[in-house]
């Protein structure tokens, strides 16, 4: 097979959440690029509608679904309309997720329960729902779960954060160990420091210059990553290229954790 095919998904249908900003929409751009039928799954319908509308300017197919990836009835009516547009999902890439910053002993039930429900349970409940579906079909697919190095490197202020990473990180093993025997994949990404537009690097790089420099310095290849260089990432997750790939964890960081 050759390299293009191999990172050719035609005839794939990839669906994203957290679609409609940040790593969420070069996840679905590389997708739509690459073949993919695109679902786009995020709470903001407007900014949803610009990222299907450039997508289908550039030749791809996409629907933009709103919906809040804590919400279990929404869950369900995203991924019937998915089938009703497209076909059964046979690509996620559970992206959605939030950060609450603090130390520990201050942090509130509401701040622990918010994060923990949107970056692990999800990612748990989507996954699960795709996989039923794809089981139900009869088709392979792949998952992939959008950890990050916080999960595997800790630091102070992001516990939460931390801990929900962590179990994306654990689940993503332990799903990938029951769904391999039909053909499906449960695979990670672990992003470093990502900086692009209105991102939260990019934000420091002015309301906190100090910290911005440090975690620059601690990067061996000397500069942050971009969203491209994830994105390329879930991609090759994605296609053929990685089919006998699974339960793994891509630390995506420019060798950021190796100092950590």
């Known amino acids: 097979m050759s390299a293009a095919k191999l990172f050719d998904l035609t005839g794939q249908v990839a669906l994203v959440t957290g679609a409609s ?10 997708l739509a690029d690459a073949g ?11 900014r949803l509608a610009a990222v299907r509308d450039r997508i289908e300017k550039g030749g791809g ?3 933009a679904i709103a919906a809040d990836v804590t919400d279990r009835a929404a869950m369900t009516r995203a991924f019937d309309a998915a089938e009703q547009a497209f076909g059964t999902v046979t690509v996620l890439v559970n992206n959605a997720g939030v950060v609450a910053s ?19 349970d999800a990612v748990f409940f989507w996954s699960q729902e795709a996989s039923r579906r794809m089981l139900a079909a009869g088709r392979a697919g792949a998952i992939v ?19 929900s990473k962590a179990g994306v990180i654990q689940l993503t093993k332990a799903m990938a160990v029951e769904l391999a025997f039909k053909g499906i994949r449960v695979n990670a990404i672990a992003p470093g420091s990502i900086e692009f537009p209105g991102g939260v690097w990019d934000q420091r790089k002015t309301d906190n210059p100090t910290l911005y420099e440090r975690t620059l310095k ?19 997750l994605a296609s053929p290229h990685a089919r006998w790939i699974t339960g793994q964890v891509l630390s995506v960081d420019g060798g950021q954790l190796l100092g950590a």
């Open 218 to 236: 601690s990067i061996p290849f000397g500069r942050f990553g971009t969203a491209d260089e994830v994105a390329e990432v879930a991609l090759f």
């Open 61 to 63: 197919r996409a629907v």
């Open 36 to 46: 993919a039928a695109v679902v786009l799954v995020a709470r903001r319908a407007d």
């Open 21 to 30: 900003s940040g790593l969420g929409v070069r996840f679905a751009q590389v």
């Open 145 to 163: 779960n959008i950890a990050s190095m916080l999960g595997i490197s800790v630091t102070k202020g992001v516990a939460p954060y931390a801990v």
């Open 102 to 120: 603090g130390r520990a002993v201050e942090l509130s039930e509401a701040d622990w329960r918010r994060v923990i429900g949107t970056n692990l």
